[in-house]
């Protein structure tokens, strides 16, 4: 099924306050949220449950590079997302509100990779220009 409008970059999934979901972004510059919970699958024609960022946001959205799903240590879900333009951005899940953009990295390469190593909870983020950056997650 389509499930975007240009190329997905990456998916995820996240469960959490009774959810079970698949998180689809896209060059599109858009993030979708597709319900597994009662199938174990999105099935063929489905349609996404939301869709970030809304059509009223403000501000232009940007294409979507990567994302992951992480748990703080306080116990927030979040979503952290690489954007093409090289920023990250944090939003609480599951309604998705901004928690903020991340500063301190080189916003002139497109953001390639993220991943969080738990013990410490450190972010580390890959750029297209071959930088890795490590971000400590608080709260």
């Known amino acids: 099924f389509q499930a975007h409008q240009n190329m997905i970059t990456d998916i995820c999934g996240w469960t959490g306050n009774g959810q079970n979901v698949l998180l689809t972004c896209s060059a599109d510059a858009s993030i979708r949220v597709w319900d597994v919970s009662a199938t174990g699958f999105v099935p063929a024609g489905a349609q996404p449950v939301f869709t970030y960022p809304p059509p009223d946001l403000p501000r232009k959205p940007k294409a979507v590079s990567c994302m992951i799903t992480h748990t703080l240590q306080d116990g927030t879900s979040i ?8 920023s990250i951005q944090a939003l609480d899940l599951p309604d ?5 953009f991340l500063s301190g990295h080189n916003r002139n390469a497109a953001i390639t990779a993220l991943t969080v190593f738990q013990p410490t909870n450190l972010l580390f983020a890959a750029s297209q220009n071959g930088q890795l950056n490590c971000f400590k997650l608080l709260k």
């Open 96 to 100: 998705f509100s901004d928690l903020g």
């Open 79 to 86: 979503l952290l997302c690489g954007f093409v333009d090289g």
